[in-house]
């Protein structure tokens, strides 16, 4: 009995929570060089990795997220004029005939979603299906000459409609689902940005502030120190055995 409660105590250490993947553990198929930096974004459970080009004014980018549903869809954008969701540039990934593909949206309201162009060029825009149940989106897109950051914002839905999008729920995940993305400075797992009340989508909110240390290490750090204070539980109910 006392050593079934030893590997039980094992397996739930393995299998915790705190062992989720990170952006830095993660391995993506479709791009051949590894992209510079990767972010763990703070709600949603999303990752950005991205390269940017100064020389170009270009910017290469992965985004793994997971649908509400397995019909869902994935989207991240950037917002030249604001921080929240109206009045971004969406690369969004669907299911459209079976297949996954990436679309975008100029998402001017909540009330109108129409497929359109960027007010940016984009190419070599892909989706696929990735790990446990995740989506990838994989781009490059043109960014402002010089630009140091953007206003990112990301979401998940869980219906597509006639090959669209249909709204998202306005849950507290969702409402924060935005932050910067600083271009020129090594990056930092995001805290979650300020959200707007549920009566007023898309409004402006603080965005979080990226923390000193590279995305996932912070992460990392406190899983490699719970998974020794598990062992040292598990050690000293051995030897009380």
């Known amino acids: 009995m006392a050593l079934a409660v030893v ?5 739930v250490l393995l299998i915790s929570p705190a062992h989720s993947l990170t952006c ?19 709600t949603l459970s999303s990752y950005l990795h991205y390269t940017y080009n100064a020389t170009n004014s270009s910017l290469s980018i992965a985004f793994v997220s997971t649908p509400a549903s397995p019909d869902g869809w994935v989207a991240w954008a950037i917002n030249p004029t604001a921080t929240g969701m109206a009045g971004s540039q969406a690369l969004i990934a669907l299911k459209s005939s079976g297949s996954l593909v990436v679309k975008t949206y100029n998402i001017s309201s909540y009330s109108t979603l129409t497929e359109s162009k960027l007010s940016f060029q984009t190419w070599d825009l892909k989706a696929e ?10 781009g490059k897109l043109k960014v402002p000459e010089k630009a140091e950051t953007l206003n990112q914002v990301w979401q998940v839905g869980a219906q597509v409609a006639n090959g669209h999008p249909v709204k ?5 995940a969702n409402l924060q689902a935005k932050g910067p993305l600083n271009l020129v400075k090594k990056p930092g797992s995001l805290t979650p940005a300020s959200a707007p009340t549920p009566g007023t989508p898309g409004s402006p909110g603080s965005p979080g502030v990226p923390s000193p240390n590279r995305g996932g290490q912070s992460m990392i750090r406190a899983n490699v120190v719970g998974l020794f204070m598990g062992l040292v539980l598990v050690l000293v109910t051995v030897s009380a055995l």
């Open 7 to 11: 590997l039980l105590s094992i397996s």
């Open 24 to 42: 830095t553990s993660q391995r993506l198929t479709n791009n051949k060089k590894p992209y510079d930096s990767c972010l763990d974004l703070p």
């Open 129 to 138: 299906s990735g790990a446990s149940g995740t989506t990838v989106i994989y």
């Open 168 to 172: 998202h729920e306005f849950k507290q």
